[in-house]
């Protein structure tokens, strides 16, 4: 089975503070991905990567930044937190395309900021 | 961009009885997945469907694709409590995914 795990289910953090939010896929997968959920909102991405050291911004990349060392893992930065930045954040990753491109995702980090 | 519309929004019914939820498009897709969400969780995937007319089956759940592949339904026999969540279809759309807004299902002991 796919596996995508971020490394925090649940944070608090301070207003200016900066954030990390770590993930790890263990198939293999060349395509990661970080959306926020909010209510009536549904599903938005933030930021998208194809590839190691590549990274493309989706729908609301302001105030984020990501980075893709290895191909496992995709981290999001919150490079100076604000209230409206709280918010469930689901990592996903995907294969390269092709019939039955699937995407699968973590278990989501709760991330409130005050 | 292609989007994808979900109905209906809500749905609340008592154990026992069948339903059937949809996902439509006017674009095409190369494959669509259903994920079922529980509060507080990330979305868990039940199923993709790729062939145009696909049908699958999970225990009481059928799903297809319509023979455009533009849309998709989720029948439910016989709900229980713990299908209760909300329910989102996504898209294919090359290396992306074009997700729906859900249906929320509510299903009552």
């Excluded at chain 1, 930045?85 to 039955?100: D, E, I, K, P, R």
């Excluded at chain 2, 329910?87 to 090359?94: I, K, M």
Aim: charged residues 20%; aromatic residues 12%; hydrophobic residues 35%.
């Amino acid at each position: 089975d796919v596996k995508v795990t971020q490394s925090s289910r649940y944070l608090v953090k301070r207003t200016g503070e900066k954030v990390f939010l770590e993930c790890v896929q263990d198939m293999d997968h060349e395509n990661m991905f970080w959306y926020r959920q909010d209510p009536g909102l549904g599903l938005r991405l933030i930021y998208f990567s194809y590839d190691v050291k590549m990274k493309e911004k989706g729908d609301i990349p302001e105030g984020y930044s990501v980075s893709r060392e290895k191909k496992e893992r995709f981290s999001l930065i919150l490079e100076s937190a604000s209230t409206n930045q709280t918010s469930m954040y689901l990592c996903a990753s995907s294969l390269w395309g092709g019939a039955g491109n699937t995407i699968y995702f973590g278990e989501g980090s709760w991330l409130t900021v005050v | 961009t292609q989007l994808l519309e979900q109905s209906p929004q809500f749905l609340s019914i008592q154990e026992g009885e069948n339903l059937t939820v949809y996902c439509n498009s006017s674009s095409v897709f190369s494959s669509l997945q259903w994920y079922r969400q529980e509060p507080g969780e990330g979305p868990v995937l039940l199923v993709t469907v790729v062939t145009g007319g696909e049908v699958k089956k999970l225990k009481r759940l059928t799903f297809q694709f319509g023979d455009a592949r533009k849309d998709s339904s989720l029948h439910i026999t016989a709900a229980q409590p713990g299908d209760t969540g909300l329910y989102l279809c996504a898209g294919a759309e090359g290396q992306n995914f074009v997700f729906g807004p859900g249906t929320r299902l509510s299903v009552l002991p």
